[in-house]
């Protein structure tokens, strides 16, 4: 679902042991994160509103956010949010069902020929 809001503010910060990109649109925003148990709080100011998704972006080249925990939440948030029309429409298959077991409705008794045993595999 796509949204039309933007963000004068983004960054990271760590909650539960678990690093994940977070949006404001203001940098005050960070008084709200801390009281709320949040630690290693980093945001950035953006020159311009953004899309959550440009931010983002603009984001992962920041300096400030260039270490493996801010990457690793930036990747995570552009892997779930970043998809274009062409992987949209490519869903994965469905899961599909086991043929039902068939009971045989005849027994029968496999037989190999005399000549079997002399015959090549």
């Not at 100011?45 to 998704?53: F, P």
């Not at 068939?102 to 002399?118: G, N």
């Amino acid at each position: 679902m796509a949204t039309d809001k933007t963000f004068k503010v983004v960054g990271v910060s760590k909650l539960a042991g678990e690093y994940k990109v977070r949006f404001a649109n203001d940098i005050m925003r960070i008084k709200v994160l801390a009281k709320h148990g949040h630690e290693d709080i980093r945001l950035l100011e953006l020159d311009t509103e953004m899309s959550k998704l440009d931010a983002v972006k603009a984001l992962s080249t920041a300096d400030e956010f260039q270490d493996t925990y801010a990457q690793a939440a930036i990747a995570d948030y552009l892997d779930r949010k970043d998809v274009g029309p062409a992987v949209k429409a490519a869903k994965a298959p469905a899961k599909t069902k086991a043929p039902a077991k068939v009971k045989a409705t005849k027994s029968v008794k496999a037989t190999a020929p005399a000549d079997a045993e002399d015959a090549p595999f």
